[in-house]
């Protein structure tokens, strides 16, 4: 096998699968059209269409645009293509044989960019009837035209032609497809396709201040008794000279006074510590979310995001036990700040994401169980209460022991007044503080988090800003098909027009795929199971292969040959919508060939969208109708259908040709 069967890239951070893969839906209008809208839209849809691999629904509108009276030659040059992409005139039903035979009569009378080009098609058309005619001049002719016209020209009608004409456009398409099947940086892009809107940063509000109505009024009163009664006390000491205990007094109430202003930013900050280490303390859930829902998703996301973002020399056991708390208290903020139905795991995958880093950096800082966001807080505080505590404690046992030894029962009330009104004042204070300051500091907290947040929300809306479009990746599956069909060629030892017919199935595959899609386009997915099905004089050739669309890379192919006498039946599952979902094809001798055509739920729409144009676009982006056709057709009647069919085709492809091209 050849090197564009086995070259890979790496893929960008952001793009691996966790355990689930949430379906995307992008809300962008590209394949969207009213019915009022005016021609030149619809023609702007139709061309986005038929770049997307959906030409019958680009066919139909340019068809509107055509009877609403601007048949331009952009339009027609455009309608043609359409018509007979991916399709040689042995596919074309009696109804499109007739609609080319009338837009072939029609004169092309315009002198724009596109006649030459519509001029082209006719020709091309003309050489079907003239196989072995030198066709020479019309490959130069066709070379010369706008590289946009030759490409589309090149991939919509390479099945056209017949005979030597057929073999060289193949080998001229070939040749380009090389280049751009990794065109337009796919290796680095690709994987963007499948990452949803992200959902914008958010923080968990900010709990209000828990103080109560009544609490400073109890502090103030506490306070006023602890003040009467300190003051009552050293006016006992002065009234019986008590000079040295006068002056105790004076250090206990200065050193009263410092405990309690330094001690207070000490008390607070000791007891947020106390509370962020009760936090993030290790935590084991006893009780599992509902599989499948936001939940369960979001707790996949922050297992896996953690165990990815293990810091340096770190095991990873540990890692995730020493975490268990904190992953808690960040999984519940995210579950509850964006559980709401518009809103998907996937969306904030992203989120998750930054916090396993932000974890990780702080960690390795050392600062993961630290508080940094008291703006009160200075290093001294707790040697000031300190200080502040041992001139309370030595001047208050001296001032205590002096005033119960000159008025033994008016030193006891107020001692007991004094104790009492400092423990509640205290308490009461420290409670107060301790809620204003926490409030204060969780909306600066708050505030630097949603910050924090909104720039990494930036980097990651930056990093997708270059996310391909539905036409582009269109685009590149197109030419891992090309490619798939060229290396099945060569293995047979055939040429396109030893082909009597061929019919490809881009299916999803069985597992590990990522999937999305714009409103009314069809999937794309991350990985395809491929199926070929080539049609020659002598039987059925068949190849398979697993195309892992993000890395560019097909696993081996598995090829089957088989007569047209070999197939005995085929059996096709339709969906609710009477398309086939899925196809049996039963040979002779008992073997089964599986054929998925969709995902289960590949046609449920989105609100907004019609089931049967969703479903008719997937049938039409597939493959699936006319491989249905094909195998139907060789299973009903085998090869007599073959002979039937061309005989049928090509009776009707001689189309006259146009005076005017």
């Known amino acids: ?33 009213a019915a009022d809208d005016p021609p030149e839209k619809k023609y702007q849809t139709g061309v986005r269409c038929l770049a997307g691999g959906i030409p019958t629904r680009a066919r139909l509108l340019f068809e509107h645009v055509i009877e609403a009276g601007h048949g331009t030659s952009k339009v027609r040059f455009h309608w043609f293509l359409a018509l007979l992409s991916d399709r040689s005139l042995h596919d074309l039903a009696p109804q499109d044989t007739t609609a080319l035979r009338a837009a072939r009569n029609h004169p092309v009378r315009d002198d724009d960019e596109y006649t030459d080009g519509l001029r082209i098609v006719h020709r091309l058309l003309d050489a079907v009837s003239t196989p072995n005619a030198d066709h020479g001049p019309l490959l130069k002719d066709l070379d010369r ?13 390479h099945l056209v032609i017949d005979g030597p004409l057929q073999d060289q456009l193949w080998r001229l398409e070939i040749s380009r497809v090389h280049t751009r099947r990794l065109a337009a940086d796919r290796q680095q892009r690709v994987w963007k396709f499948f990452q949803p809107v992200p959902a914008g940063p958010r923080v968990a509000p900010v709990p209000p201040n828990a103080t109560q109505p009544g609490a400073h ?76 829902g936001f939940a369960h998703q979001v707790d996949n996301l922050f297992q896996h995001y953690f165990a990815r973002y293990l810091p340096y020399g770190q095991d990873r056991h540990t890692w995730m036990q020493r975490t268990a708390g904190i992953r808690k208290e960040l999984r519940d903020e995210v579950v509850e700040i964006y559980r709401e139905q518009r809103v998907t795991a996937p969306q904030v995958a992203w989120l998750i994401r930054y916090l396993a880093g932000d974890v990780r950096s702080r960690w390795e800082q050392g600062t ?42 008016a030193g006891l009330t107020t001692l007991v007044l004094l104790l009492g009104g400092g423990a509640l004042a205290a308490r009461t204070w420290l409670h107060i503080l301790v809620e204003e300051r926490r409030h204060a500091a969780d909306l600066l907290d708050r505030e630097r988090r949603l910050a924090d947040r909104q720039a990494a929300f930036q980097r990651w809306c930056a990093k997708l800003a270059d996310k391909p479009d539905d036409t582009e990746m269109a685009a590149w599956l197109e030419c891992d098909r090309k490619l798939l069909m060229d290396e099945t060629l060569r293995h047979y030892q055939l040429k396109p027009s030893d082909v009597i017919a061929h019919a490809f199935v881009d299916a999803p595959a069985p597992a590990n795929r990522k999937r999305a899609r714009v409103r009314y386009g069809p999937w794309r997915y991350s990985r395809y199971r491929i199926l070929l099905f080539l049609l020659t004089r002598d039987g059925v050739r ?31 599952v339709a969906s609710d919508v009477g398309h086939p979902r899925h196809v049996t094809l039963r040979l002779v001798g008992g073997d089964a060939i599986e054929v998925p055509l969709s995902d289960e739920d590949a046609e449920r729409p989105e609100p907004g969208e019609d089931v049967h144009l969703l479903s008719g676009v997937a049938l039409d982006a597939s493959g699936v109708r006319r491989t249905v056709h094909v195998l139907e057709g060789i299973a009903a009647e085998g090869k007599e259908w073959i002979h039937r069919q061309f005989a049928l085709a090509g009776a009707g492809a001689a189309a006259p040709p146009d005076p005017a091209s």
């Open 542 to 572: 068949q190849a398979s292969t697993e195309l892992d669309f993000e890395r560019i890379l097909f696993s081996r192919p598995e090829r089957m040959n088989y007569r047209f006498e070999a197939v005995s039946h085929v059996r096709v």
């Open 368 to 409: 993961l169980f630290s508080r940094q966001d008291d703006p009160h807080a200075r290093p001294g505080n707790g040697g000031a209460a300190a200080l502040g505590l041992a001139a309370l404690g030595v001047g208050g046992l001296w001032t205590a022991a002096a005033a119960m030894a000159v008025a033994p029962l």
């Open 217 to 292: 009024l109890l502090a103030w009163v506490a306070t006023s008794v602890l003040a009467a009664a300190a003051l009552h006390l050293g006016w006992i000491l002065v009234q019986h000279g008590a000079v040295g205990a006068a002056v105790a007094w004076l250090v206990a109430a200065g050193g009263g006074y410092v405990a309690a202003w330094q001690g207070r930013e000490w008390g607070v900050r000791a007891y947020r510590s106390s509370a962020s280490g009760h936090d993030h303390r290790p935590w084991h859930r006893t009780q599992q979310p509902p599989p499948g």
């Open 145 to 157: 035209l706008p590289p946009d016209q030759h490409d589309k020209i090149l991939r919509h009608l």
């Open 1 to 33: 096998m050849n090197d564009d069967f086995t070259s890979a890239t790496n893929v960008a951070d952001g793009s691996a699968t966790v355990g689930f893969q949430a379906h995307t839906v992008h809300e962008v209008s590209f394949y969207q059209v």
